[in-house]
């Protein structure tokens, strides 16, 4: 196997390590982009057929490349942003070698030794960019079902079609859930969905996309030193909403189409299945959020106004307040004809192959805006890796800014130290 070297290594060709690509070569850095499988490639691969973003178009800005089509206020196609990301990738050249895995990073004298499927690299630098879905989380409760019941993550989900004849069990209530719950049962099917703390959300609110809103307001650009609880805020559920301008996928709307709302899945035996009460409290719960926000929203308003001189247009259009009735305690899976299980439970982390003493207790990467404490080891696209943006398409230019800022000093830096003691 051949060893070559290279200033810095990116780990993983989604958007965090194309933005950062993108602001290396602006900076004349040297570096490789290793990507297991082809650029975007979660985009790909990981999600489903129908998948819209539920971003619009417009916040799909990343360094140096931006939505230039004819609907703004869209909300693209997974496979629309798969053209979007190939073109920033093809624009700028950027460095990729497609169809190379990392098995290994560790430290070595020079800096840091990465052996990949392919080669081995030693790199001054090493970026691990590597997205937020490195392993599909499944509850210990999914051991105790039976081995009849077909059961599948929601990274694996792509149509009602692959799902076997039969009712569903959708565990977990964030975007993917609540969206593949809305999905099958508009085919026909009975779907059971179990929901656990989630957000209420209106997709319009005075006239303006709520993500509008949401970056207007500047919650989107909060830091997360600012949280009370980093751990938790890491771990905020997605928004209950689709890509689609006036499709309701909120639990009240997905009720009234047929869905049968439960709590939490607590139990599993065989065929049957046990769940929280908790429906009710975590439903009102979420409508208190979203009341909140909307509130700081309307604030927001009225400030401006007050400054401009203004008065309030456009309609508060928002959901109406909702809270679930308790839902089933108990369910017989095969009397009620449901014959598979999606976990839409999220995502953990997994980093098998990093072999460097920069993980926490948790296994996730220690790091501060993406700096580790291992010297020229860096992290992109974290959740609320420095801002609650920070893993989303809009939100990885600024860090991907910041990272390329502090590797190049660094570079420069031991450069100066070098010549000195020559
Ligand atoms: C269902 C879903 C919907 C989403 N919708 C939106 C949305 O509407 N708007 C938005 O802004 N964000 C959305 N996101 C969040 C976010 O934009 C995506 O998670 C995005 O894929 C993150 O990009 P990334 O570059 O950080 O990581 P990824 O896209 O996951 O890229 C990481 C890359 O690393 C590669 N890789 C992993 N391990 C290795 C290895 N050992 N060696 C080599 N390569 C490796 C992978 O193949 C992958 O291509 C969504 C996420 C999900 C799951």
Request: glycine share 0%.
């Given at each position: 196997m051949t060893m070559s070297r290279v200033e810095t290594l990116v780990v993983g060709a989604g958007q965090a390590g194309l933005a950062v690509s993108h602001c290396l070569a602006e900076r004349g850095g040297d570096h490789v982009v290793v990507e297991r499988g082809r650029v975007a490639e979660r985009w790909r691969s990981a999600r489903w057929d129908s998948l819209r973003l539920i971003t619009p178009n417009w916040m799909s800005r990343l360094p140096g490349w931006s939505y230039p089509g004819p609907d703004p206020d869209g909300y693209m196609p997974a496979s629309e942003l798969v053209s979007y990301l190939q073109g920033y990738a093809d624009s700028g050249a950027a460095p990729v070698r497609e169809g190379t895995t990392v098995e290994l990073i560790e430290t070595c004298t020079t800096g840091l030794r990465v052996v990949t499927d392919q080669q081995t690299w030693l790199a001054r630098n090493v970026i691990v960019a590597t997205g937020t879905e490195n392993r599909a989380f499944v509850p210990p409760v999914a051991g105790g079902l039976a081995p009849g019941v077909h059961q599948l993550t929601a990274s694996c989900y792509r149509s009602p079609r692959q799902v076997p004849d039969g009712g569903v069990l959708v565990v977990g209530a964030s975007a993917s859930g609540v969206q593949i719950a809305d999905e099958l049962r508009r085919t026909g099917r009975t779907v059971v969905i179990s929901v656990g703390r989630h957000s209420r959300l209106p997709r319009h609110y005075r006239g303006h996309d709520i993500q509008w809103w949401l970056h207007r307001t500047g919650v989107l650009d909060q830091r997360i030193d600012q949280m009370r609880d980093a751990r938790s805020a890491r771990r905020a559920p997605s928004l209950q909403l689709a890509g689609l301008c006036r499709h309701r996928v909120d639990l009240e709307a997905l009720a009234a189409r047929g869905v049968v709302l439960a709590g939490r899945l607590a139990a599993a035996d065989g065929w049957s299945v046990n769940f929280a009460d908790d429906l009710p409290a975590t439903t009102s719960a979420a409508q208190a959020r979203m009341d909140r926000l909307l509130r700081s929203i309307d604030a927001f308003i009225a400030n401006a106004l007050i400054a401009n001189g203004g008065t309030a247009t456009g309609s508060t259009d928002t959901l109406p307040a909702f809270t679930a009735p308790p839902g089933p305690a108990r369910l017989d899976l095969r009397r009620a004809g449901i014959t598979t299980v999606i976990w839409a439970t999220g995502y953990r982390s997994a980093y098998p192959w990093l072999r460097v003493p920069v993980l926490d207790r948790h296994g996730e990467i220690d790091h501060r805006r993406g700096v580790t404490s291992v010297p020229g080891l860096y992290a992109l696209g974290?959740?609320?890796?420095?801002?609650?943006?920070?893993?989303f398409v809009d939100g990885v230019g600024p860090d991907a800014r910041f990272v390329a800022a502090h590797l190049t000093r660094r570079t420069a830096s031991r450069a100066c130290l070098t010549a000195r003691g020559r």
């Open positions: 974290l959740r609320f890796l420095h801002r609650r943006n920070s893993s």
